[in-house]
């Protein structure tokens, strides 16, 4: 071990600890899934991501990429040991070009400062997950991400047009071009985005992006029963608007929300449906209108958002909701697990009702959001991690929402990624045979599966 | 080694879901970049320690000493957590076992051998022109504490001069309040007991301080029944009497909010009531809760100057265009943004007040 320090050194890796402290800090991301990995390096240049793999490749080292840490199922934990490549140091934009819609980044920048940079030239970076003041692109694209506005601008996979990847063998390539459409050979782009750091390291983005729309409005509907929150969603999109946001929270959500912000004006019970439209200052009010007016008949209260304060307000505080559940109770914690499921659309209300169930017969309080817009349920679990009995209740209680959403056609996993949390469900999820595709692609990039084995089922 | 935490330590650790909301806050991570500097790294340091899974070495006693105790993670944190007071308590029971840093080694012995923070044998009052004056019972004190006594003495002067038409007095021999050794985990209770003994000889009511570390040790630390003001506190609530109002300077001032005024004990507006009566005030980019901290504070100026001094220069990037000072009402912050490049231009607000009434007197 003491030689590998040594070689990372001599090859100008970076910088690279090994101090137990240190890695314990690396162990894990925001999920249960921890393991201690040998060293932790951060580089700084595509030149030293290849230097390191081709020494991890000579030496069988596992190399377990990471951003931020934020993920949620494990991906950036390193469990078979070896290297955790800390690339949020590789945090520069390379190049703003407007005028061709798009941006060059490394890795490490900071999906909210990308936005931030944006604005000036009237331009976003669309993808928008909950943790965008602290999560990097690199992790967005290794998970493809996405966030609230998925349901109009769909998810990180859709704005990637080129790569540059270190690959297993400290090799680098890439994987498109500057254009915006290419069909030349087989699709690499999209098959490194979500391949989560199991096929090559990406040092260096294309993304396109997207105009600023103009203004945004926000219209608040409220609803008694969960089944006509699921109808009215339908209504809404049968009618021609395709809202930019269309997210519901369950009455523990309002409670946690109202003890985030108590200034928030939200109804106490119910189902509340946000739905956001966005364009121009004409067209964002009659749609908010017409929203408004379709669902009077079947919603409690339906009212549209006083004005920007308010909308951002509502926005900041539903972001940081899955870790302010704390607040409602201090003697539970919310623990990440099976609290990324997503279903058909139409069968959200039955996704929520069968997860009602189970937490109910375990005895498990719950906290329920998400994009209803996209058929993407949180479901929160939160127990008293002192308590050794809720966290076999939390386990079973995870393990049947997945197989829940499964029965309904759905996914384990919307936007968070697979990582070791879910992996025990991919041969349910894709069938052996798909799964046996995807370890033939793993094995052809990577034949000594050093790149962050372990993760996805491969 | 376990490390001995409380029932109610540990659900604090355990509140936090390592979102990693704190990297866009923590001062010291935005500098080091290494996860162990960050708020969710020393949560998970103290949390390994508690289990028994991790010996204090060198690069723990780091990660727990980098943190400033600034609270920007606490009122940013979605799950509630308190990670200074965490990180205090840490560093309580590593010094109790004897672990430390040298920084904290020589800290305590410079403090506990001198009852100041620089080790200085010089008389705490030399800033003082005339003593004979000084009554031996007293409502109010002026605590002036070790860096105004030793380090501004100017500061000090200017602060009493506006005091004492007030019946404010001193006490006789002032010790440090004790808030750098409660801030790197050692007991200051001997500090605590000499001050208060003078404080109870003197029948004082309350306490009036011009430093913001020792303004949030007498508020937590010292006995409830005397009342603890600020400087700007009381500055604000004399405005009139004091004749500062009139903007007599036609100057432009920013105001840098000190943590442990601001974020610890919410004292945001009367320094804006007391410097908008004097001239013009213009916010820096991040200010009031928001406010980033100088890198002083925490003992990290003593332990670790370069990242302390990388964190002020950060901070002095918030400065606007076209001011003419950077008030605060901290000694330390003072210290750590004139070190960091601002020099002169960061000024007290008390020095402030007196520009004000040399002018208006001219």
Not at chain 1, 222 to 246: D, H, L, N
Not at chain 1, 377 to 383: D, K, N, S
Not at chain 2, 228 to 236: G, H, K, N, Y
Request: net charge neutral; glycine share 10%; charged share 25%.
């Amino acid at each position: 071990m003491k030689k590998i320090l040594e070689d990372l050194r001599e090859i100008d890796a970076g910088m690279v600890c090994a101090a137990l402290a240190e890695r314990r800090c690396y162990a894990s991301d925001a999920s249960q899934v921890e393991g201690l990995a040998d060293y932790v390096v951060r580089p700084e240049s595509t030149q030293q991501v290849s230097r390191i793999l081709r020494l991890c490749s000579e030496e069988n080292i596992p190399v377990t990429a990471r951003g931020s840490g934020t993920g949620l199922s494990g991906g950036a934990s390193p469990i078979c040991g070896g290297i955790v490549l800390d690339l949020s140091g590789m945090n520069r934009i390379i190049e703003i070009d407007s005028e061709n819609l798009q941006v060059i980044v490394e890795p490490g920048v900071i999906h909210e400062k990308l936005n931030m940079a944006l604005k000036p030239f009237g331009f976003f970076f669309p993808p928008d997950p909950g943790s965008s003041a602290m999560c990097t692109i690199g992790g967005m694209i290794a998970n493809n991400s996405s966030g609230m506005r998925s349901v109009k601008y769909g998810t990180t996979r859709s704005y990637v047009l080129d790569l540059e990847v270190v690959l297993a063998d400290g090799r680098v390539i890439h994987t498109g071009s500057k254009v915006l459409k290419s069909v030349a050979g087989y699709d690499l782009t999209r098959l490194f985005v979500g391949s989560e750091g199991t096929l090559g390291i990406i040092t260096r983005a294309g993304l396109r992006v997207a105009p600023l729309p103009l203004a945004r409005k926000l219209v608040l509907a409220s609803f008694e029963e969960t089944e006509t929150a699921g109808r009215a969603v339908i209504m809404v999109f049968s009618s021609g608007i395709t809202p930019s946001a269309c997210e519901i929270l369950d009455r523990t959500t309002l409670k946690v929300l109202k003890l985030c912000d108590p200034n928030l004006a939200l109804p106490d019970d119910g189902d509340l449906i946000l739905f956001e439209v966005d364009g121009t200052d004409s067209s964002t009010a009659e749609s908010a209108l017409q929203i408004q007016e379709l669902l009077g008949p079947l919603a409690k209260s339906v009212r549209i958002a006083s004005g920007q304060k308010e909308m951002e307000a509502i926005w900041a505080a539903r972001r940081l909701v899955g870790a302010a559940i704390s607040r409602l109770d201090p003697n539970r914690t919310r623990i990440y697990i099976g609290e990324d499921v997503g279903v058909p659309i139409k069968e959200i209300p039955s996704l929520i009702k069968r997860v009602q169930q189970i937490t109910t017969k375990l005895d498990l309080p719950a906290m329920k959001y998400g994009h209803i817009g996209d058929g993407n349920l949180h479901v929160a679990l939160f127990i008293d991690v002192m308590n050794s009995d809720q966290w076999g209740k939390l386990e079973l209680a995870a393990d049947r929402i997945h197989r829940a959403a499964l029965e309904l056609s759905g996914t384990v996993s919307s936007e968070h990624g697979i990582g070791l949390a879910r992996a025990q469900y991919m041969p349910l999820q894709v069938g052996e045979d798909a799964l046996n595709v995807m370890r033939s692609i793993k094995k052809a990039l990577d034949p000594k599966n050093i790149l962050n084995p372990g993760k996805m089922g491969l | 080694m376990k490390m001995n935490l409380d029932r109610m330590d540990k659900r604090s650790i355990n509140r936090c879901v390592r979102c990693g909301s704190c990297r866009t806050f923590c001062p010291a991570f935005q500098e080091s970049g290494w996860e162990s500097a960050n708020t969710r790294g020393r949560i998970i340091v103290i949390k390994s320690l508690a289990e028994g899974s991790l010996e204090a070495d060198s690069r723990v006693l780091d990660s727990l000493n980098t943190c400033t105790t600034c609270g920007i993670c606490t009122d940013n944190c979605p799950a509630g957590v308190n990670p200074p007071e965490l990180v205090e308590c840490a560093r309580r029971e590593l010094v109790a076992r004897g672990i430390m840093t040298a920084s904290q080694k020589d800290l305590s012995r410079t403090i506990f051998q001198s009852g100041n923070t620089f080790g200085d044998r010089g008389d705490r009052l030399a800033w003082l022109r005339d003593r004979s004056r000084l009554s031996e019972k007293a409502d109010y004190v002026y605590f002036v504490g070790c860096m105004n006594s030793y380090r501004y003495p100017e500061t000090a002067a200017r602060s009493w001069e506006l005091l004492r038409r007030f019946g404010v007095s001193l006490l006789p021999s002032e010790q440090c309040c004790g808030s750098p050794l409660f801030r790197t985990g050692f007991d200051a209770g001997k500090l605590v007991d000499e001050n208060t003994r003078q404080m109870q000889q003197m029948g004082i009511k309350g306490i009036i301080t011009g430093c913001a570390g020792c303004y949030a040790t007498l508020k937590k630390r010292y006995s409830s029944r005397f009342s603890v003001l600020s400087i700007p506190e009381f500055l604000s609530e004399h405005i009139s009497e004091l004749g500062l109002e009139g903007k007599a300077l036609d100057i432009t001032v920013t105001y840098h909010d000190p943590c442990h005024l601001g974020r610890h004990n919410g004292i945001y507006e009367q320094p804006r009531r007391v410097i908008e009566a004097i001239c013009s005030l213009k916010e820096m980019k991040a200010n009031r809760d928001a406010a980033r901290c100088c890198g002083g504070g925490g003992g990290v100026r003593a332990g670790y100057r370069d990242l302390s001094l990388k964190m002020a220069r950060k901070r002095l990037l918030d400065v606007p265009e076209g001011v003419d000072f950077i008030v605060t009402s901290c000694p330390l912050c003072i210290r750590n943004l004139r070190d960091a490049g601002a020099c002169e231009k960061v000024i007290d607000l008390v020095d402030l007040v007196a520009m004000a009434l040399a002018q208006k007197t001219r």
